[in-house]
C-alpha cells in the first residue's frame, strides 16, 4: 500500500484486527520513509458496482460517499458507530447481490431509508427529505404523516437536515407541514 502522504511504495501494517463486527479487517500502517500512519480497511466485494445515474450517466459505486451521506443523516443521534457500520455494510452486500452489479441511484437511495427506518426515525426523515431533493413534497408529506406524532419534540429535522440544492418552494412545502405538526 503506497504512502498517502509522501508517496513511498513500502509501508508497513504495524497492527491488524477485527472491525465492524468483524465484517472488516482494520490495518495501522505506518510509512518508513516519511513515518506517516494512516489506516486501511479490508472488506468483501461481492462485485464490483456501478451506479445508474438518473441523468443516465454511470459512475462506480463509491461506498464512502454512502457512508458520508448516512453519518449526515445521523448527526448528533444517539447510534453507535458500530450499528452504523453495520447499516453501511448492510445496504452494500444488499446492493452486490442484486441484479447484474449495475444500481440505480434511487436503489440505494431505497435500500438506505429501509436501513434508516429501523434505526433512527429522524435520521430517516432528514435522509428521506434529502434524498427525494424535495422534488416530490407530496410524498413527503405521506412520509411524515406515516411517522405520525413519533417526532414530536424532535426538534425541527428538517430544518436540521443536510444542506439542499433546491428551489425555495420546494424546501417551504415540507417546513410548513413540520410547523404544523408541532402545532
Ligand atoms: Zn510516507
Redesign the pocket.
Known amino acids: 500500500m503506497r504512502?498517502p502522504?509522501?508517496?513511498?511504495p513500502d509501508?508497513q501494517v504495524k497492527d491488524s484486527r477485527p472491525s465492524e463486527d468483524s465484517a472488516a479487517i482494520r490495518r495501522r500502517r505506518i510509512?518508513p520513509?516519511?513515518?506517516?500512519r494512516f489506516t486501511t480497511f479490508e472488506r468483501v466485494q461481492l462485485r464490483e458496482l456501478t451506479v445508474l445515474k438518473r441523468s443516465g450517466k454511470r459512475m462506480p459505486f463509491d461506498r464512502d460517499k454512502l457512508q458520508r451521506s448516512i453519518d449526515v443523516a445521523l448527526r448528533k443521534r444517539p447510534v453507535e458507530p458500530e450499528r452504523i457500520e453495520r447499516l453501511v455494510s448492510g445496504v452494500v452486500r444488499r446492493l452486490e447481490s442484486t441484479g447484474d452489479g449495475e444500481v440505480t441511484s434511487e436503489a440505494i437511495g431505497e435500500a438506505v431509508m429501509e436501513g434508516l427506518k429501523g434505526l433512527d426515525d429522524v435520521a430517516y426523515v432528514r435522509f428521506a427529505s434529502v434524498y427525494k431533493n424535495f422534488r416530490e413534497a407530496q410524498d413527503f408529506q405521506d412520509l411524515l404523516g406515516t411517522l405520525g406524532g413519533r417526532l414530536a419534540g424532535e426538534g425541527d429535522p428538517v430544518a436540521d437536515a443536510a444542506p439542499v440544492e433546491g428551489t425555495p418552494e420546494a424546501v417551504a412545502a415540507p417546513r410548513r407541514r413540520s410547523a404544523r405538526a408541532r402545532s
Open positions: 504512502c502522504f509522501c508517496g513511498g509501508t510509512c520513509d516519511c513515518g506517516g
